[in-house]
């Protein structure tokens, strides 16, 4: 079987236990062969790249994890929200148990300004875990 023009093989060195633990996690994920998981963490590493560009117009989600009750951080959350309101796309709030709540806020824009955001939100007292997740997007 011919491969396509667009494909280049090339080979990969590794260690025996880790291709074991390689294959096995290619399993539990369904890949059908080792290029196709290999081909999505190169675009994984990639795209969390992307975030270094300051200048890249990216798309993501913030995620954080706090307790409403800590003093002011419902006011500080709002407020920091607020001044970067053209670039939250939805923000959406789960109430997990009686102190605890989950915000998920969705955002678009450059790279510089977005990581700002989300270091000022994951930086506020009261913040138990926050988490930034991005893909890059392109502009037409």
């Known amino acids: 079987m011919r491969e396509s ?5 090339f080979g990969v060195s590794m260690e025996h236990q880790l291709l074991k633990s390689f294959d096995e996690l290619i399993i539990e994920k369904g890949y059908n062969n080792r290029s196709e998981a290999v ?9 969390k790249e992307s ?18 009750h800590q003093r002011g951080l419902m006011e500080n959350l709002t407020t920091i929200q ?14 997990l148990d009686q102190h605890n709540c989950l915000e998920m806020i969705v955002v678009k824009g450059k790279a510089k300004d977005l ?17 930034f997740s991005v893909t890059p997007v392109s502009i037409e």
């Open 5 to 9: 023009s667009s494909l280049t093989r």
């Open 115 to 131: 990581q700002q955001l989300s270091n000022q939100l994951l930086s506020i007292k009261g913040v138990k875990y926050g988490d």
């Open 82 to 95: 607020h001044e970067y309101h053209d670039m939250i796309l939805a923000t959406t709030h789960i109430h």
């Open 51 to 68: 975030r270094h560009n300051k200048d890249q117009f990216i798309a993501g989600c913030i995620q954080i994890f706090y307790d409403h």
């Open 39 to 47: 081909r999505d963490l190169v675009r994984e590493a990639l795209v």
